[in-house]
């Protein structure tokens, strides 16, 4: 699959919700797997690469996890800043202040629904898929930044 970037409309849309988890979503999610693998990334969304359905892959440790419709039911109090990257951004690179914790709602490929909390690393690429599948890509958090003292472009 080939990446979308930066100036390409389609990451500014909204995803539409999966109804049925098939053979089609399963492909869809082999295929953000091997496209994140192959670009050496640890998160991908389906917009990334022209496909507005609400599926994500978050690789944290030696597991990728794929994610159907995912929301936020809640965050932490505690917040980091951390430098973060986008693959359909190369060499783009901004500090970013996210929750440290999140809980997240979601079905598996098995359609199964998932309520978990997600950590650190694994929170941080979590809230950066979904804002994809919302249409926000990471360069307008930063922009949106009110102090715009946390952007640094490495």
Request: aromatic share 6%.
């Given at each position: 699959m080939e990446l979308l970037k930066?100036?390409?409309?389609?990451?500014?849309?909204?995803?539409k919700r999966v109804d049925k988890i098939d053979d089609?979503?399963?492909?869809?999610?082999?295929?953000?797997?091997?496209?994140?693998?192959d670009n050496n990334g640890i998160g991908i969304?389906?917009?990334?690469?022209?496909?507005?359905?609400?599926?994500?892959?978050?690789l944290v440790?030696?597991?990728?996890?794929v994610m159907i419709n995912p929301e936020v039911l809640d965050i932490s109090k505690e917040y980091c800043v951390m430098n973060e990257g986008c693959l359909s951004f190369p060499r783009q690179f901004y500090d970013i202040?996210?929750?440290?914790?999140?809980?997240?709602?979601?079905r598996?490929?098995?359609?199964?629904?998932?309520?978990e909390w997600c950590d650190g690393m694994e929170a941080r690429c979590v809230l950066h898929e979904?804002?994809?599948?919302?249409?926000?890509?990471?360069?307008?958090?930063?922009?949106?930044?009110?102090?715009?003292?946390?952007?640094?472009?490495?």
């Amino acid at each position: 699959m080939e990446l979308l970037k930066e100036d390409d409309i389609l990451l500014r849309r909204k995803s539409k919700r999966v109804d049925k988890i098939d053979d089609t979503v399963r492909n869809i999610a082999a295929n953000l797997m091997r496209t994140m693998f192959d670009n050496n990334g640890i998160g991908i969304a389906a917009p990334q690469v022209g496909i507005l359905k609400q599926i994500i892959v978050v690789l944290v440790g030696d597991n990728p996890k794929v994610m159907i419709n995912p929301e936020v039911l809640d965050i932490s109090k505690e917040y980091c800043v951390m430098n973060e990257g986008c693959l359909s951004f190369p060499r783009q690179f901004y500090d970013i202040e996210r929750p440290e914790r999140v809980k997240v709602k979601y079905r598996g490929l098995n359609g199964r629904p998932v309520i978990e909390w997600c950590d650190g690393m694994e929170a941080r690429c979590v809230l950066h898929e979904i804002d994809h599948i919302n249409g926000i890509v990471f360069t307008e958090i930063v922009k949106n930044d009110s102090e715009g003292e946390s952007a640094t472009l490495s």
